[in-house]
């Protein structure tokens, strides 16, 4: 039964989706249901997928969830803790001091909960590249204004 509860999410945010979607306004300018076939095509997708989980998760009920278990040992509940606390400290400093300093505060972090102290010049490096390219690209070549 437990492995039944995430496809049923799943299928009960894509109906929600779905139903917020079909209340979208309509466009004044050309096609008056234009701003609503992205977003209902996307619920839609989301739906079925959902229902196929659902049918697959039905078809493995009697198994033991041996993957479910292994979140639970090793390294692994450390690993999921520290990214969730890096991911609330990356929202916090994002709009204070912007997304290229927060980005590689919050790779740095990522990579050194990940690959350790070891490899501290090649996280710092990825972090700081990562970043810059990514800021560069939005900020100069696409002219996206980035906090």
């Known amino acids: ?5 995430t496809p049923l999410f799943f299928i009960f945010a894509g109906v929600i989706y779905v139903v917020f ?13 234009g701003p609503l076939y992205f977003p209902a095509v996307i619920g839609i997708f989301l739906l079925l997928m959902s229902i196929v989980y659902l ?8 198994e033991k969830m041996e993957k479910v278990r292994q979140l639970f040992t090793g390294r692994t509940p450390f690993l999921i803790i520290a990214s969730l606390v890096l ?5 916090f400093l994002f709009e204070r001091i912007g ?12 990579l050194f909960v990940v690959n350790g102290r ?5 996280n710092i490096l990825i972090a700081v590249i990562f970043s810059f390219i990514t800021w560069y690209s939005f900020a100069e070549l696409l002219n996206v204004s980035l906090p």
């Open 99 to 110: 997304f290229l300093y927060s980005t590689i505060i919050f790779l740095t972090g990522l």
């Open 21 to 33: 979607t079909f209340n979208l306004p309509q466009a004044k300018i050309g096609d008056p249901n």
């Open 87 to 91: 991911i609330f400290i990356y929202t």
């Open 1 to 5: 039964m437990l492995r039944l509860i």
């Open 118 to 122: 070891k490899q501290w010049i090649k």
């Open 55 to 62: 049918f697959q998760e039905w078809k493995k009920r009697g």
